[in-house]
């Protein structure tokens, strides 16, 4: 691990075999590119990160893998979009994806295997979230991939909610002259699900069981009920594959899910996320975990190159 300038931040760089990794942990804990090198001294982005982000308002960046805390999409209270209600019955604001991505984080320890980042809760988050807790977001880095496990340690007496995800960024086209009709997408849901504007769950479009990442039924689509834990997307042609493994388990929990989205169809960027569970989880329940008292729960997503 190093460190190194990047658009006028200092950033820690790690080198894994092929792969570069480039993240900043104190700020989000976020990672916000991964490129490989080629035998032809040729580089590939892997996780897409922009040229002109404004790192003063990094929750509105669109690359790397921001970290969804404590709940991953957008909650609602009663129709009403960022507030939710606890089990005590108050209602409490709730920024979209929650508020780890844009949050301040103390660095644990950084080597040459990755580093572990410990969020560290501002005024206005304790508001929002009103637990005794440590949440912390561990990296490891791999020649051709990464795990990123989200661990939630409740210090409290009363259970805690989660239901945390990942927004991962992934570079597209591959390769120059490429369009998004040469990647293909397979999901293994059996429930595929919008997101309304209200918060209720809506029935989503019906899709093949490897779809193009051009068909537009894709955006913004909850893939849930899914029967393995892996998604796989790729270019069939040139047998190249980006694989995400949601969990530990061969099989998710039932409202696990991942997400596709990408702002337009010209974006340099095709989204993937793994998520615990769905959006507005603690109005509908959907996904929705407790963590103990006095107990840790883990959230582990890895991603890999074949």
Not at 37 to 54: C, F, K, L
Not at 68 to 96: H, K, S, V
Not at 275 to 287: D, M
Request: aromatic share 12%.
């Amino acid at each position: 691990m190093e460190t190194v300038e990047f658009q006028g931040q200092s950033l820690s760089r790690w080198r894994v075999g092929n792969s570069t990794f480039l993240a900043l942990p104190t700020r989000g804990a976020r990672l916000l590119n991964w490129n490989v090198t080629h035998a032809d001294g040729s580089v590939r982005d892997v996780i897409h990160w922009p040229e002109n982000a404004d790192f003063a308002h990094i929750a509105k960046v669109r690359g790397g893998n921001p970290i969804l805390f404590p709940f991953c999409g957008r909650t609602f209270d009663r129709g009403e979009q960022n507030f939710w209600r606890a089990p005590d019955g108050i209602r409490r604001p709730m920024p979209q994806h929650g508020f780890a991505r844009q949050g301040e984080f103390t660095l644990l320890w950084a080597d040459t295997r990755g580093f572990s980042a410990q969020l560290v809760p501002t005024a206005d988050d304790r508001m929002a979230y009103p637990y005794d807790y440590e949440f912390i977001v561990t990296y490891l880095f791999e020649p051709i991939g990464l795990a990123c496990e989200l661990t939630l340690k409740n210090l409290g007496r009363e259970p805690a909610p989660w239901c945390p995800g990942h927004h991962f960024y992934f570079t597209v086209p591959w390769h120059e002259n490429a369009t998004r009709e040469n990647y293909s997408i397979e999901i293994p849901a059996t429930e595929r699900l919008k997101h309304s504007p209200t918060g209720t769950l809506l029935p989503g479009p019906s899709l093949q069981p490897v779809e193009t990442i051009a068909n537009p039924d894709l955006l913004d689509t909850l893939h849930t009920r899914l029967k393995s834990n892996t998604a796989t997307f790729g270019d069939p042609k040139r047998r190249e594959f980006i694989r995400i493994q949601l969990g530990t388990t061969k099989t998710p929990p039932p409202d696990a899910a991942f997400v596709t989205w990408s702002s337009d169809a010209t974006a340099p960027y095709y989204c993937v996320e793994p998520w615990l569970g769905l959006p507005n989880s603690p109005e509908h329940y959907r996904g929705l975990h407790f963590v103990p008292p006095r107990e840790s729960r883990s959230f582990t997503v890895t991603v890999s190159l074949a």
